[in-house]
């Protein structure tokens, strides 16, 4: 498809996305440049690179995560800006950054230690957190900012519980994560080179102490098992270096997925009270309602893959070697997937959201993801009497990441409708 308008919007600078998904501008890429050319300008101290192909519409999103052959994950890893050459290799080892086959072996290895029984006992263990957060929030309520008073903590606690963290080294997780997913953000303080150039947190050097510390409870699990993820892994055929990078994986996406879903749902009921009061009364399953909140926040805002040869998508011819970016937040809006995409509908039954990916690198943990969710949904059902904006939230700056670092509400049953 030829681009007929030279002023098509621009979705790469994370300090838009701190106002909220700029639903105007991916609605014109979709119908005017549904496969457009950005550019990859300087900006927050990050260099400019080459530009990116951004892909809007959903089944040419769910067309490019499902082709592994033709967009790579392996061959420029998967964030937006590349990485440094001598970096590259080093990334490639995490699973998120490869292709088949070897992704499905890695995978494979890791998708036994989610048993039915682990995830029976989680969801118990799970919900026991959830009743005791909210129970302190509305103690202290009845304003209360429901990110720093339960979803962070929610989050990070129900990781190290998967993980098998001692709750000692829990603030460890939340710094690391804090680094990589905020790295875009003016208030996570970038860590510098000797030339005063931004650190991808991604690095070798940025990483280290984390690779230290998953060896060290790689050890200490082999010696004292326990019914955690970690006890799996630690005593699989996995290498060193993949062990290492599976550490890394967990923590970041296991945290960060559940950690930018849940208060961007409680967000959206605060916000729409008619499905708020569906929710609360049991008129919609709580199982719906989970993805279509997950449709309408998703935690992960684009994903990038390389054409691993020369293609052609949606009409637009792609080069060899050149970037391809899907956004997710786009697609979940896409008029042409979703009936009426602009209303919050928690009974919507079809509802092919790509909010955790889709093809081989569907996301591993989504089953858990969807899991605490639904418990921390019915659980403030059960402990709060409603939800009503206090204020606008504070978002992440982040091409990302679609995180909410600030939540505040009144907990009060939401105003009858008029």
């Known amino acids: 498809m030829e681009n007929t308008n030279e002023a098509l919007p621009d979705v790469f600078d994370p300090r838009i996305y701190a106002a909220g998904i700029p639903h105007d501008a991916f609605r014109a890429l979709r119908d005017r440049s549904p496969v457009a050319r950005q550019e990859e300008y300087e900006v927050l101290g990050w260099p400019a690179g080459p530009g990116f192909w951004a892909v809007t519409r959903h089944t040419d999103v769910v067309r490019v995560l499902k082709d592994a052959g033709t967009y790579s994950s392996h061959l420029g890893a998967t964030q937006i800006r590349d990485p ?13 950054n490869q ?12 998708s036994r230690a989610f048993t039915p029984g682990r995830i029976e006992r989680f969801e118990a263990t799970a919900r026991s957190r959830a009743k005791e957060l909210l129970a302190a929030a509305r103690d202290a309520g009845p304003e209360v900012d429901l990110v720093r008073a339960v979803t962070d903590d929610y989050a990070l606690l129900n990781l190290t519980d998967l993980l098998g963290v001692p709750a000692a080294d829990r603030g460890l997780l ?25 650190v991808n947190p991604r690095s070798p050097a940025m990483l ?46 296991g945290n960060d997925t559940v950690r930018s ?28 309602a989970v993805d279509e909140l997950l449709r309408w926040h998703p935690p992960v805002l684009s994903f990038r893959r390389t054409a691993n040869r020369a293609t ?25 997937a979703f009936p009426d995409p602009y209303r919050l509908d928690l009974g919507r039954t079809a509802n092919p959201h790509v909010s955790f990916g889709d093809g081989p690198h569907v996301c591993l943990g989504a089953h858990f993801a969807r899991l605490q969710l639904r418990v921390l949904y019915e659980e403030t ?7 009503v904006p206090a204020g606008p939230p504070r978002r992440l700056v982040s091409n990302f990441i679609n995180g909410i670092k600030s939540l505040p509400l009144r907990l009060e049953p939401c105003a009858p409708l008029a």
């Open 84 to 96: 440094a050459p001598a970096d590259l290799p080093f990334i490639r080892r995490m699973m998120l």
């Open 99 to 110: 292709d088949p086959p070897r992704h499905g072996r890695l995978r494979r290895l890791v």
């Open 174 to 198: 939340l710094e690391w994560t804090e680094r990589v997913i905020a790295y875009q953000d003016p208030d996570e303080p970038p860590v510098l080179d000797a030339e005063g150039r931004p």
């Open 208 to 253: 280290a102490e984390m690779f230290a510390y998953a060896q060290q409870l790689a050890a200490y699990k082999r010696r004292e098992p326990g019914d955690d993820i970690m006890t799996v892994l630690a005593g699989s055929p996995l290498q060193d270096a993949e062990l290492e990078m599976f550490f890394f994986l967990l923590t970041v996406a």
């Open 261 to 288: 879903a849940a208060p961007g749902g409680l967000l959206a009921l605060a916000e729409h009270p008619a499905e708020q009061r569906k929710l609360w009364k049991g008129e919609v399953g709580v199982d719906t």
């Open 312 to 336: 052609e998508l949606a009409g637009v011819p792609i080069a060899a070697g050149e970037k391809v970016v899907v956004f997710h937040a786009s697609a979940n809006y896409d008029e042409r």
């Open 381 to 387: 059902r059960a402990a709060l009497p409603g939800l």
